[in-house]
T-cell receptor
Framework: DTEVTQTPKHLVMGMTNKKSLKCEQH?????MYWYKQKAKKPPELMFV???????INESVPSRFSPECPNSSLLNLHLHALQPEDSALYLC?????????????FGDGTRLSIL | DAKTTQPTSMDCAEGRAANLPCNHS???????VYWYRQIHSQGPQYIIH???NNETNEMASLIITEDRKSSTLILPHATLRDTAVYYC???????????????FGPGTRLSVLP
């Protein structure tokens, strides 16, 4: 069982829809991350939040909009996505964003864009 | 780009030790070696990490060479449930290196055979 909870597990949406992915952790971690994983590829970092502030945006298109309402929650708002955005979206958290702190991952939201 | 190289795939007999190698010849003195695995349809699972010394936990052992240019993850008694993609990652320990986050390479696909 993972201590990082992601909802929904599966999401199908049209290109004109607006939806949100949610991530929650109750480990007291102060860093949270969004990754994107295409089929048969490794995860790729999208965003890093440290102490509820966005610290890294890895050149992600603006149709992906992250939000960190508090230290336990991380959202990813989706709007006007493209079919190529279909992927597994993974959330992770760590005690801090320092390099000696392991990240703990959720099981992801599998997103399909029609 | 990932700073590690790993075999694409490996097989291991159930009950035997699985030894997964990783080359990180350009590793810096302040970089940790991390191992994760990803079982199909799940998020990456943290296994172990280390800086210089060998490490052991309930899941695995991590052996780092003295020059730190390579390491080996050892699963002492592999089971069918250990079949997964195993990722070796290097990451700096400095707290201000927000940009130096996890970069996943292709990993090693380990198949544990009955």
């Amino acid at each position: 069982d993972t201590e990082v909870t992601q909802t929904p597990k599966h999401l199908v949406m049209g290109m004109t829809n607006k939806k949100s992915l949610k991530c929650e952790q109750h480990m007291g971690h102060r860093a949270m991350y969004w990754y994107k994983q295409k089929a048969k590829k490794p995860p790729e970092l999208m965003f890093v939040y440290s102490y509820e502030k966005l610290s890294i945006n890895e050149s992600v298109p603006s149709r992906f909009s992250p939000e960190c309402p508090n230290s336990s929650l991380l959202n990813l708002h989706l709007h006007a996505l493209q079919p190529e955005d279909s992927a597994l979206y993974l959330c992770a958290s760590s005690q801090e964003s320092a390099g000696n702190q392991p990240q703990h991952f959720g099981d992801g939201t599998r997103l399909s864009i029609l | 780009d990932a700073k590690t190289t790993q075999p694409t795939s490996m097989d291991c007999a159930e009950g035997r030790a699985a030894n997964l190698p990783c080359n990180h010849s350009t590793i810096s003195g302040n970089e940790y070696v991390y191992w994760y695995r990803q079982i199909h349809s799940q998020g990456p699972q943290y296994i172990i990490h280390g800086l210089k010394n060998n490490e052991t936990n309930e899941m695995a052992s991590l052996i780092i060479t003295e020059d730190r240019k390579s390491s080996t993850l050892i699963l002492p008694h592999a089971t069918l449930r250990d079949t997964a993609v195993y990722y070796c990652i290097v990451r700096p320990s400095r707290t201000d290196n927000y940009g130096q986050n996890f970069v996943f390479g292709p990993g090693t696909r380990l198949s544990v055979l009955p």
